[in-house]
């Protein structure tokens, strides 16, 4: 391998990396629940709220659609409600980040996705 070839892949690999390592912390931090329910508000989405202390659900609703959002206490609790959620989501996708799990179309998903 002549050395032009050497640094083309070494430069590649370095850019794979970087972008492995920003995807996975991007999918490791739990998103704030007010910056998620501002940019779902912002859509033009509505909100119901419920605390119950490990737990706060919220579910945001547009044009007969609704996206259900659960932050847990927990890594653990987090861990066995995305293997529940992947049994019974049918054509709806789940997606966890840090301890919240959220279900819904993919296009309403997209705001929990990026928060």
Do not use: H
């Not at 419920?50 to 847990?72: A, C, E, M, N």
Request: with cysteine; net charge positive.
């Amino acid at each position: 391998m002549n050395k032009t070839s050497v640094i083309i892949l070494s430069s590649l690999l370095i850019l794979f990396l970087v972008a492995l390592t920003c995807g996975l912390a991007f999918t490791q931090i739990t998103p704030n629940k007010n910056t998620v329910t501002d940019r779902y508000a912002k859509a033009g989405y509505k909100c119901a709220k419920w605390d119950f202390g490990d737990y706060s659900i919220r579910t945001y609703t547009k044009d007969g659609k609704q996206v259900l959002i659960v932050w847990y206490g927990s890594k653990k609790l987090a861990n066995k409600s995305i293997y529940t959620a992947n049994q019974v989501k049918g054509e709806k996708f789940a997606i966890k980040r840090g301890n919240a799990v959220a279900i819904g179309y993919e296009k309403d998903i997209r705001i929990f996705q990026f928060a």
